[in-house]
């Protein structure tokens, strides 16, 4: 099957990679032995039980914990060689991050927290503006532009948060469980978003979720179980993106 990224370059490679913990007086091996390529404009998710190594996984590639044995390069560094500095520049400049935790400054508004990252990155005050208002509008929040977190529903702060990852174009999009607190309706909608940012600037998208909804959209699909990838499969018609997709729940956001 063919895909239209497949032969794009590879912007993130893994190969032989374990992550082991310490616990009590032993170590826990979260990952073991894992060999994948991802290639730019990728729209991918990582599945697996809890404790599967998902977000390990996921927390390596975004330069946030680093390899035990085995190498990690994405968008040419390697993750094993950056210093403390370096890490966090990748992570600033080139990645966008969607936690389960909203992690909003609770005294900004909403516009300053979607644009905290272009302060970090010195971007001109009009250029901040018009972004952070594109980001806004993409997502439906341009209705709580003044608003600050602790006015916001559970499912309106993680779209701030999905918003801020967006706003500086990242290279990769690196999502933890992004639609955990998101009803139905506000799920499909922010993965649609997602998809088309995905279509129109080829951003790659990389998830970690057992979200059925998340699921259905992905077009390639890495399954791991124990740490290991037991799994790797690329959809060609997602289910979510099919005509019978468009009606979905229309519940009470929580």
Do not use: C
């Amino acid at each position: 099957m063919e895909y239209a990224y497949v032969n794009n370059p590879p912007i993130v490679s893994i190969s032989g990679l374990v992550k082991r913990f310490p616990i009590g007086g032993g170590q826990f091996t979260a990952l073991n032995g894992i060999d994948l390529t991802f290639v730019k404009g990728e729209f991918t998710g990582l599945v697996g039980p809890s404790g599967s190594g998902k977000t390990t996984l996921l927390n390596i590639i975004g330069s946030l914990d680093a390899p035990t044995e085995g190498s990690a390069v994405v968008l040419g560094q390697s993750i094993s060689e950056l210093s403390h500095r370096q890490a966090a520049r990748l992570r600033s400049e080139r990645l966008g991050f969607i936690f389960q935790t909203y992690n909003l400054l609770p005294v900004y508004t909403v516009f300053e927290n979607v644009e905290f990252p272009l302060l970090l990155l010195k971007i001109p005050a009009a250029k901040r503006r018009r972004a952070v208002l594109d980001a806004l509008d993409a997502i439906g929040l341009m209705d709580k532009v003044h608003s600050r977190p602790a006015q916001l529903s559970g499912g309106e702060s993680q779209r701030v948060a999905i918003a801020r990852a967006m706003v500086k174009s990242p290279e990769i999009v690196l999502a933890d469980e992004p639609t955990a607190n998101l009803d139905a309706r506000n799920s499909h909608r922010i993965l649609r978003t997602m998809v088309k940012l995905n279509e129109v600037f080829r951003t790659t998208f990389i998830f970690a979720s057992h979200d059925e909804k998340v699921i259905g959209y992905l077009r390639r699909k890495i399954t791991l179980n124990d740490g290991k990838r037991v799994g790797d499969e690329y959809i060609e018609h997602p289910v979510n993106l099919t005509g019978s997709a468009s009606a979905v729940d229309a519940e009470g956001e929580t």
